[in-house]
């Protein structure tokens, strides 16, 4: 089993930023990559961000060049930095932990971006 614990959300203006930290616990050396999907109301749950073990990197065109995941695997933990935010970048945000035998996902952070 794998726990992962969001945190880093609220509320900011547009043009801000924002960095989210998931922290993943239990079975860790199982992981094989880990992402950030967010969901808005009335709307499909959106693969916002991809990273391997090897650090291999993929993102939804939505938030190319305005987010960046990383990872730290000595921590256990995965981030995503958003710049330039966006109204359209209100939602929930949650983090998932890819293994052989299934995938893991955290409670989720609300990110509200208005003025």
């Known amino acids: 089993q794998v726990q992962l614990v969001e945190s880093g959300g609220g509320l900011v203006q547009p043009g801000g930023s924002l960095r989210l930290s998931c922290a993943a616990s ?8 880990m992402g950030w999907y967010r969901q808005a109301p009335g ?4 693969l ?12 939804a065109d939505s938030v190319k060049g305005r987010f960046t995941i990383s ?8 981030y995503l930095q958003m710049n330039s935010l966006k109204p359209e970048d209100t939602a929930v945000y949650s983090c ?3 293994t052989i035998t299934r995938d ?6 609300q990110v509200t971006v208005s003025s």
Not at 26 to 33: D, H, Q, R
Not at 43 to 46: S, V, Y
Not at 48 to 59: E, F, H, K, P, V
Request: positive net charge; hydrophobic residues 30%.
């Open 26 to 33: 239990g079975s860790v050396f199982g992981i094989s990559a």
């Open 104 to 109: 893991y996902w955290g409670q989720g952070t």
């Open 96 to 98: 998932t932990a890819e």
């Open 43 to 46: 709307k499909q749950r959106e």
């Open 48 to 59: 916002l961000a991809r990273i391997t073990n090897s650090r291999t990197t993929n993102y």
């Open 71 to 78: 990872r730290d695997i000595a921590k256990n933990t995965v």
